[in-house]
């Protein structure tokens, strides 16, 4: 029988947190977050260096003027949602069954404010000790992919996770003197049958006590879980109810949870409001590299690459600005991708100055191109992406991609009936082994684009001479007519008529050319054109 065990992460500060993991640049700086109205902003949340100068919760906006130096920074419900979903992903990297116990900022957007600035998720990581290791390695792991994501956190394993929960809310990440890449992060493991002992020196705080309860409890002398699980249970009861037995359940380690996993979709998405409007780009580039830094680690953490990346810019003025940016093949590379987006951007720039920006990302695989031993080495695909967004960006500005790929035959007898798709490159190398066909004389066609208009002479419905270029030809042989037609049932109708001649100039030079007309129209001599030549 596989005993219970459990992993709480825990972030506290969660909403400064998630606002500074995409700020790097204000790491070394005191910053606190301000929800409400102004001019009565209130501080919701702040780091450890705004904590370190006495900066508490709560405190107004008027009373921050005292403390110098300080960075403002309003709440934003968004850019915590996608924290949230990036630490549900991270910690579902570990175990199937993770429970989130604070609310969702996305289903919180009809209300200003969160009750709890902190962000807790309880892991089942029973059984997984042959996967990943024992406990203490599991936490070590699942301290390295929050930081990953920027985050500081606390791990704590236990067999309890009301008990991991307590001791998680107690500790506070520590400052080491070491170079390991764990510095300033806090785990700690409880042993089985040892959670009263684990929790007996820690504040009644860490229990959430409503004020009547605070308020009794200090009365009684009671300031630590020990003293309070050493209280007598009928007699608590007796004074404060069933809650009095659930609180001496959660100090004694001994309280009941019954896990409800939760179930979120996976999706690579990164926000940020920016802190004043931006209208250079190059600005706009340092936000993103920091954005697809993001993105880029989450999809490596699910053995994903990015196969296209939507950027949505939100303007002055209420606007939108949307470009979607898609490679021949997925990848993680951040150079290549900041300078698909740097191009199209510049291609494509917005009309107004950017209040905030939103990444999205659709995950392809990590697949490789696969080349033989004896076919032609291809261009590197990040290569040909970069090439082609340049050749995009002088040719086809505004055309929406249809202008730069390569031509397809549409499965029609129209002339000139083709699109154009983008390259792709190929996944598996071409067979090497294939026999290779034998070359054939043929006769070539140049098709002139556009058809040059010509004069015709016809006698009995056949053409008997033309003009081409200033200078006329007498037809000594004619095929035809070919009669071409189709869409007959739309206003695309078309129709055509067309003559293969070998004509000779007064000059004596020979040509072998291709006419038309438009049977549709009235039948007048100007309305043929040359449409190809023939070698």
């Known amino acids: 029988m596989i005993t219970a065990l459990y992993a709480c992460l825990y972030v506290r500060e969660f909403p400064a947190q998630a606002m500074l993991r995409l700020r790097p640049q204000l790491k070394d700086t005191p910053v606190v977050i301000l929800e409400g109205t102004p001019p009565r902003q209130t501080v919701c949340s702040r780091n450890a260096r705004a904590a370190a100068l006495g900066i508490e919760t709560g405190t107004t906006r008027a009373e921050l003027d005292v403390f110098p130096g300080v960075t403002h920074l309003p709440r934003s419900l968004a850019e915590e949602a996608s924290a949230h979903t990036a630490l549900l992903q991270c910690a579902g990297q570990f175990s199937p069954r993770v429970e989130c116990l604070t609310p969702n900022p996305n289903l919180c957007q009809m209300s200003d404010t969160i009750a709890d600035t902190h962000f807790c998720a309880i892991l089942d990581i029973a ?103 050493a209280l007598p249970e009928k007699e608590l009861i007796a004074r404060l109810g069933q809650p009095g037995r659930c609180l001496r359940q959660l100090a004694r380690g001994e309280a009941p949870h019954l896990l409800v996993p939760s179930d979120p979709l996976f999706t690579l998405e990164e926000r940020i409001g920016l802190d004043s409007p931006v209208e250079i780009l190059d600005s706009l580039l340092f936000v993103l590299g920091v954005l697809l830094d993001h993105l880029i680690a989450r999809a490596t953490a699910q053995i994903l690459a990015l196969a296209s990346v939507t950027v949505t810019l939100a303007l002055e003025g209420g606007s939108t600005h949307t470009r979607t940016v898609r490679p021949a093949l997925p990848g993680n590379d951040r150079r290549l991708w900041l300078k698909l987006l740097h191009l199209d951007l510049q291609a494509h720039p917005p009309s107004a100055a950017i209040l905030s920006i939103a990444l999205t990302a659709e995950p392809g695989s990590t697949s490789k191109v696969q080349l033989g031993l004896f076919s032609p080495q291809l261009p590197e695909p990040s290569r040909l992406d970069v090439t082609l967004a340049r050749i995009r960006a002088i040719v086809d500005p505004a055309q929406g991609n ?13 002339p000139d009936a083709f699109r154009i798709i983008p390259f792709t490159v190929p996944i598996t190398a071409p067979n090497a082994h294939a026999p290779i066909p034998q070359a054939q004389a043929r006769t070539a066609a140049r098709r002139l684009r556009p058809p040059e208009p010509i004069t015709v002479t016809l006698h009995q419905r056949r053409p008997t001479s033309f003009v081409f270029r200033n200078q006329r030809y007498a037809v000594e042989r004619a095929w035809g007519p070919w009669f071409f037609s189709g869409n007959w049932w739309g206003v695309e109708c078309w129709s055509i008529e067309k003559w293969d001649l070998v004509a000779q100039s007064d000059s004596g030079a020979m040509i072998s050319c291709a006419i038309a007309r438009n049977p549709l129209r009235p039948a007048t001599i100007d309305d043929w054109r040359i449409e190809e030549l023939y070698d």
């Open 127 to 229: 059984g997984t000790e042959k996967l990943i290791g024992p406990p203490e390695k599991l936490a070590k792991k699942l301290l390295h992919a929050a930081r990953a994501l920027g985050l500081h956190a606390v791990i704590v394993v236990s067999a309890n996770p009301h008990a991991a929960i307590c001791l998680a809310r107690s500790l506070t990440p520590r400052t080491t003197s070491n170079s390991s890449p764990l510095a300033g992060w806090s785990t700690a493991v409880i042993p089985p049958d040892e959670e009263a002992i684990a929790l007996q020196q820690l504040p009644l705080t860490v229990l959430n006590l409503t004020s009547d309860h605070a308020e009794t409890l200090a009365r009684w002398g009671i300031a630590t879980l020990g003293a309070l699980a």
């Open 402 to 414: 249809t202008r730069v790929g390569r031509a397809v035959l549409e499965d029609t007898h129209r």
